[in-house]
C-alpha cells in the first residue's frame, strides 16, 4: 500500500476516534468538563472532515486504495458507535437509542457486503444523490443528527417516553 495524503488521512481519522473518547475521559483537573466536551466536538467534526476529504482527494489525485475501500465502513462505524457511548454516558442519549443507531449501520454494512458477494455490489453503490445527502445538515444521519437525536430525545424523556429515558 503506498503512503500518500489520502491514506495519511485516512489514519489520521482511525487515531481520532480513541482520541475523542479519550479526551472525554480527561480528569477534570487535566481539562475541564466543558473543554472536554468542546474539544471532543472538535475532534469528532474533524474525524467527520477527514472521512469526506480522504476519499475527495483520492478520487481526485487518482490514489484511491482497496485498504480506505474496505476500512471505510468499519471505520464510519467506530466514529458513530464512540460518539454515541459518550452521549450515553453523558446521559444525553438514552442507550435503547444508540443501539438502534448502531444496529442500523451493522444491518446496512451487511447488506452491502452480502450484495458484493453476489455480484451485485453496483445496485448498493455510492451515488452522486447519496454525496449530495451526506452534505446536508441532517443527511449524515449519525454523525449530525446523532446530536440531533439526543436534543430530541432530551425532549422526549420530560414528556415521559420511556424509550428516551423518561418515566412513562
Known amino acids: 500500500m503506498p503512503f500518500n495524503f489520502p491514506i495519511f488521512l485516512t489514519w489520521l481519522r482511525i487515531v481520532l476516534i480513541p482520541l475523542v473518547v479519550g479526551v472525554f475521559y480527561l480528569p477534570d483537573v ?62 444525553r442519549l438514552n442507550a435503547v437509542i444508540a443501539l438502534v443507531i448502531v444496529g442500523r449501520e451493522l444491518t446496512i454494512f451487511s447488506i452491502a457486503r452480502w450484495m458484493a458477494q453476489i455480484g451485485a455490489s453496483k445496485s448498493v453503490a455510492v451515488n452522486s444523490l447519496g454525496k449530495f445527502k451526506t452534505g446536508l445538515p441532517d443527511g449524515r444521519h449519525p454523525d449530525a443528527a446523532v446530536l440531533r437525536a439526543a436534543e430530541d430525545c432530551r425532549h422526549a424523556a420530560r414528556l415521559s417516553i420511556p424509550a428516551c429515558g423518561g418515566s412513562g
Open 30 to 91: 487535566m481539562m475541564s468538563p466543558d473543554t472536554s466536551q468542546s474539544a471532543c466536538n472538535v475532534i469528532f467534526v474533524l474525524a467527520a472532515l477527514t472521512d469526506w476529504f480522504d476519499g475527495y482527494l483520492a478520487r481526485k489525485l487518482n490514489q484511491t486504495s482497496a485498504f480506505a475501500r474496505v476500512s471505510r465502513p468499519p471505520r464510519g462505524q467506530a466514529h458513530v458507535t464512540a460518539a454515541l457511548l459518550v452521549l450515553v454516558q453523558l446521559m
